[in-house]
């Protein structure tokens, strides 16, 4: 019995400081409001849901990551497109891809392109690189043959040395009198990578679709 009234007495310490500290009243209000904001959205009332949202800015207090989303679609409703395109990107920002309401953020993203503007984008994988942002060309500086002329020598395969007595000569030492190296480039791969030219380096293609 003692041990239960102890343990009961250190959770009640801990519940304690969690509300004191991690919970401010002003914390509690923007989630009472968000509460409220998702209901009316609920019922499709975007202007009510809209005054509701700007109460809880107004508190200037940490909102849950899913207001943005709720805002977000609210704001699409409300055809303020831009602003809720703003709302909804941030959403996915905070939450990432697999976020709980990531999918519909995206949905709601579509919707807001195609209410403006008749079209929406799709993205695709690039079909030149597939997605790898690089491809490869031949290389350029030795035009693909793998080999430079020597740039120690300039191609003569001798190098000079300057002393007091004169001019000292002696086999190139880069490229062992043999006058060519390999491609600096391409290191004799005859190739060489380049930021893809199809995707500008994203890998991936915005296609425009009529919605
Ligand atoms: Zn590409
Ligand atoms: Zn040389
Ligand atoms: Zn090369």
Redesign the pocket.
């Known amino acids: 019995m003692k041990r239960f009234i102890l343990v009961f007495y250190c959770s009640f310490l801990i519940t304690g400081f969690n509300l004191s500290f991690g919970q401010t009243p002003k914390d509690t209000l923007a989630n009472h409001y968000l509460e409220l904001a998702k209901q009316k959205v609920e019922e499709k009332k975007f202007s009510e849901a809209n005054d509701i949202f700007k109460k809880i800015f107004a508190l200037k207090t940490a909102v849950p990551d899913e207001l943005a989303y709720f805002y977000g679609y609210t704001l699409l409703n409300l055809n303020k497109y831009a602003q809720s395109r703003a709302a909804l990107n941030k959403y996915i920002m905070l939450q990432g891809e697999e976020g709980p309401l990531s999918h519909k953020a995206h949905e709601a993203l579509i919707q807001a392109d195609c209410k403006e503007t008749g079209y929406h984008d799709v993205y695709m994988e690039c079909d030149i690189c597939y997605g790898d942002s690089t491809v490869e060309i031949a290389c350029r500086h030795c035009k693909g043959k793998g080999v430079e002329i020597?740039p120690?020598?300039k191609?003569?395969?001798v190098?000079t040395a300057s002393n007091s007595f004169g001019n000292t000569f002696h086999t190139?030492h880069?490229?062992n009198?043999?006058?060519i190296?390999k491609c600096t480039v391409c290191k004799g791969t005859l190739k060489e990578k380049i930021i893809c030219y199809n995707c500008n380096g994203k890998g991936r293609k915005r296609i425009r679709r009529k919605c």
Do not use: T
Request: proline residues 0%; hydrophobic residues 20%; contains cysteine.
């Open positions: 020597c120690l020598c191609g003569s395969g190098a190139c880069r490229c009198g043999e006058k190296v």
